[in-house]
């Protein structure tokens, strides 16, 4: 038996129960009906707030976060734009450096005088040709030995008082005539003229030396005095120089007495 023929058979009063609890329903449901669409409402609404909040949120967290990489973009590329000026800077004074260098490498080796660059310790650190022709020493052979080694025995403490005068500042420079041991054993006559360079905190680096030969002038001061002193036929002392003896004689015997007395 098919469903429309049972409602069909269904008793009246079975029908009007169902109808009376349908229509209850409906009323129900019509009844609770704003409020819950009012619930729905709210919600969603707090869940629209809610959402706008954290999108506002999330906004301002990005703006923050470019403005501090805009700053430190801009911190960049002033960072990079004054690494460039010293890159430049630097660029320049090493360039004028290297002219400074090469000007003075140029006079140094070819000065018409000798000229050395001494340590500390008297090691000879750079000579010019003009300086191996005075003491017919070659730079490798002047390299491997000291300024006293070259210098003759009894003149090495000629200049003790000087080089401590200039080693503590009292004294830009200073010259002495002393003798070098030449490569062919004998010992050569030189003017040596003595400065010294220092650093930027003032300590002594090391010692510039300009060194003439003055070994002919010498040697004419030397036969000078010898004409002076003695007959030009004869070669013995002449009279001047008896008269100096004597007058030395004479100093002495009044200072300290005649020998005995």
């Not at 340590?119 to 010019?128: C, E, F, I, K, P």
């Not at 510039?208 to 070669?235: I, M, N, P, W």
Request: proline share 3%.
């Amino acid at each position: 038996m098919t469903t429309s023929k049972r409602s069909k058979e269904e008793p009246p009063a079975r029908r009007e129960r169902i109808a009376v609890e349908t229509a209850g329903w409906l009323e129900k449901a019509l009844r609770q009906a704003p409020g819950l669409i009012a619930k729905n409402v709210r919600q969603r609404a707090a869940e629209m707030v809610s959402a706008s909040r954290a999108q506002q949120q999330r906004i301002g967290e990005l703006e923050v976060a470019e403005s501090k990489l805009a700053s430190t973009n801009a911190r960049l590329r002033e960072e990079i734009s004054r690494r460039e000026r010293l890159e430049k800077v630097a660029r320049e004074v090493e360039r004028g450096l290297r002219e400074v260098r090469e000007r003075f490498e140029s006079a140094f080796d070819n000065a018409p005088i000798g000229m050395a660059l001494i340590a500390m310790d008297g090691r000879w650190l750079q000579v010019n040709d003009a300086l191996c022709r005075i003491t017919g020493h070659t730079g490798e052979a002047l390299k491997a030995t000291t300024l006293r080694a070259m210098t003759h025995p009894d003149d090495l403490d000629l200049d003790a008082e000087q080089l401590q005068r200039l080693l503590a500042g009292q004294i830009p420079s200073y010259q002495v005539e002393k003798r070098y041991r030449h490569a062919l054993g004998h010992h050569v006559w030189v003017l040596v003229t003595t400065s010294i360079v220092r650093d930027e905190d003032r300590v002594p680096l090391y010692v510039v030396t300009q060194v003439q030969d003055v070994s002919e002038r010498k040697e004419l001061a030397r036969r000078l005095e010898y004409f002076v002193d003695h007959d030009f036929l004869t070669g013995l002392f002449n009279r001047r120089h008896f008269e100096q003896e004597l007058a030395k004689e004479t100093e002495r015997v009044a200072r300290y007495g005649s020998p005995g007395a």
